[in-house]
Each structure stands twice: as structure tokens, then as C-alpha cells.
T-cell receptor
Framework: EAGVAQSPRYKIIEKRQSVAFWCNPI?????LYWYQQILGQGPKLLIQ????????DSQLPKDRFSAERLKGVDSTLKIQPAKLEDSAVYLC?????????????FGPGTRLTVT | QKEVEQNSGPLSVPEGAIASLNCTYS??????FFWYRQYSGKSPELIMF????GDKEDGRFTAQLNKASQYVSLLIRDSQPSDSATYLC?????????????FGSGTRLSIRP
């Protein structure tokens, strides 16, 4: 079974530029998550989709971040314009609800550096 | 108050010994508990999950859950250098696919030869 795919793996941009990340979840997983992980911290949820609907985006900085999951499969996360503090690893995860429990599986992540 | 708390470490354990990692959570209604291992520069990998009070064993790993004390732990027996990583505790608040999952900041574990 193929895992969660993400691209690109690395990205370096200047502040005020825009960037987009792509994620393809494990086949059949209805729930998709985008996390931001800053060095030394645990993953912080940015947005959670159930199929193509948003379940939770309470921690998404909506003035600069946007995300979509068209057709309920793959997803894109965009930052425009980027700030220095957006430098982090952006992780995508997917889960299959099993008996009420969401076991999440992560992609390899995208390391973003904003200069 | 942090919702999921872990000691950041580093926790240094000699090879072959038992490593004990602890996690406390604030939401008494939490239902599902996960342990992820994260090697430096890699993404988190699910290694254990526990949903009921008590112990759950899988190979060298044992997860322990005490909902009354709001405490979950991970024991690693016969620790190996390859166990050196950051261990993240994650807690799910309910039973639906919309339930929020919150991660702790992780405990860095170092196994010394």
C-alpha cells in the first residue's frame, strides 16, 4: 500500500513570495490533515478535511494560508505572502476512521525555508 | 495550560535497559491515545495506540493508559541505539473523524551504548 505522498520535499523562498505544497493521501483515507512543525515542537494542526469539507481550520492563519481538497482526494496548501516565521516543516497526514479512532499516517513532509 | 504535556528530555538510557516515556493530558473526555516516533529530519511514524485502560504490548513496546489519572506512558524494553529518537504523544478528543488530535512537544530519547 502506497503511503502519503508530498511534494516538494524542500523549498526555499524569500519573504513575501508565495508557495504551494501538494499532498496525496493513502487511498481510501477520508480524513486529511495539514500540520506545521517548527523545530523542537510537536506538530500543530493547521487544517483538517473530511472528504472535501473542512472540519477544523481554527489554527490556520487565514490572512495568508489557504488550503483546498478538491474531489476529496489530494490537497494543496498555499502560503501567500510568506513570512520568516513560516519557516517550518509542513506535514500532511491521512487517517481512516476505525471504530472511532483516527490512526494517522504522515507523509515525508516539506521543509520550507523563508529568507 | 498545555493540553498534552511531555517532558522534553533528553532522556538518556543505557542500551538494554527499559526506557519509560510519560504523557499527561487535560481533556478528561479523550478517547484515543497514540505514540509516534520521529527520527531527526524525518516525519512521525505511528508505533503504538491504546484506547482502553491498562496495558497494551507490541514486541518491545508497551503502552499504558490510566484515564482516571489522565496519564499515558510508553515503555521500551531492551532499548537499542536505533530507538534514539523523539517520541510524540497524541491524544484524540472524541470518537468521530472530526475529533481533534493534539500532539505533545515530544520527549527526546537517547540510548547510550
Amino acid at each position: 500500500e502506497a503511503g502519503v505522498a508530498q511534494s516538494p520535499r524542500y523549498k526555499i523562498i524569500e519573504k513575501r513570495q508565495s508557495v504551494a505544497f501538494w499532498c496525496n493521501p493513502i487511498s481510501g483515507h477520508a480524513t486529511l490533515y495539514w500540520y506545521q512543525q517548527i523545530l523542537g515542537q510537536g506538530p500543530k494542526l493547521l487544517i483538517q478535511f473530511q472528504n472535501n469539507g473542512v472540519v477544523d481550520d481554527s489554527q490556520l492563519p487565514k490572512d495568508r494560508f489557504s488550503a483546498e481538497r478538491l474531489k476529496g482526494v489530494d490537497s494543496t496548501l498555499k502560503i501567500q505572502p510568506a513570512k520568516l516565521e513560516d519557516s517550518a516543516v509542513y506535514l500532511c497526514a491521512s487517517s481512516l476512521l476505525a471504530g472511532g479512532h483516527n490512526e494517522q499516517y504522515f507523509g515525508p513532509g516539506t521543509r520550507l525555508t523563508v529568507t | 495550560q498545555k493540553e498534552v504535556e511531555q517532558n522534553s528530555g533528553p532522556l538518556s538510557v543505557p542500551e538494554g535497559a527499559i526506557a519509560s516515556l510519560n504523557c499527561t493530558y487535560s481533556d478528561r473526555g479523550s478517547q484515543s491515545f497514540f505514540w509516534y516516533r520521529q527520527y531527526s529530519g524525518k516525519s512521525p511514524e505511528l508505533i503504538m495506540f491504546i484506547y482502553s485502560n491498562g496495558d497494551k504490548e507490541d514486541g518491545r513496546f508497551t503502552a499504558q493508559l490510566n484515564k482516571a489519572s489522565q496519564y499515558v506512558s510508553l515503555l521500551i524494553r531492551d532499548s537499542q541505539p536505533s530507538d534514539s529518537a523523539t517520541y510524540l504523544c497524541a491524544v484524540q478528543g472524541g470518537y468521530s473523524s472530526a475529533s481533534k488530535i493534539i500532539f505533545g512537544s515530544g520527549t527526546r530519547l537517547s540510548i547510550r551504548p
